[in-house]
């Protein structure tokens, strides 16, 4: 016997299991006092274990890639991670990106440095990466840094970004102007998603 089956379709802009991005609450928490600082130079990544595993698209790790330029990723470092320029996304290279504000930030040398910490007490902790006063490259060209971060909510899958400062000194760089913000499904031009703060 043969059987007909039909089926409606619904566009939407959001990829399965996420929420369109919202505006949400500005609370920032500045972790460069207790959190474990990098010292990243300019392109570098690292692979660090959470205390808790944290799930992207359907993929759960707990091993997060911290890159200087300002990303996420899970599992592991892949070499693409590096590219100071934003490559097009989505990516099958990148399945697990998590974009605070992708760009070619400058290394530790030249001031700044990237953070990590987590905070609260299972099943409420938050895993924080913080980027502090990072400058575009060249720095020679950033008189200020910026200054943003990822916080990853254990259990809930919930990502927020915070931006304490996002002037760079150069109009085109300011409040991210070239870099690339969100996740895969949700990437845009850092003007769309966030506010500059003094």
């Known amino acids: 016997a043969s059987q007909i089956s039909t089926a409606t379709w619904t566009a939407t802009n959001a990829q399965g299991g996420y929420a369109v991005p919202s505006s949400g609450t500005y609370a920032f928490i500045d972790i460069t006092g207790t959190g474990t600082a990098l010292g990243l130079g300019d392109d570098q ?21 911290i890159t200087n330029n300002g990303a996420i990723s899970f599992g592991e470092c892949f070499p693409q991670e590096l590219w100071p320029t934003n490559t097009s996304l989505p990516n ?13 930030l400058d290394g530790v040398a030249t001031g700044g440095d990237v953070y990590y910490a987590t905070q609260g007490v299972a099943p409420n902790r938050r895993f924080i990466v913080e980027w502090f006063h990072k400058k575009h490259f060249p720095a020679s060209q950033s008189p200020t840094g910026v200054t943003f971060e990822a916080i990853l ?3 809930t899958g919930a990502i927020s970004f915070q931006y304490q400062t996002m002037a760079s000194g150069v109009r085109s760089w300011d409040c991210g102007g070239d870099a ?12 769309d998603a966030c506010a500059c703060h003094a």
Not at 45 to 65: D, K, R
Not at 180 to 191: C, E, K, R
């Open 45 to 65: 990544a690292v692979l660090v274990t959470m205390p808790f595993s944290f799930e992207t698209y359907g993929i759960p790790s707990n091993q997060a890639c």
């Open 92 to 104: 099958s290279y990148l399945p697990t990106l998590v974009l605070p504000l992708w760009d070619d």
């Open 153 to 155: 909510v254990e259990g």
């Open 180 to 191: 690339w913000i969100g996740l895969p499904g949700f990437h845009g031009a850092a003007g």
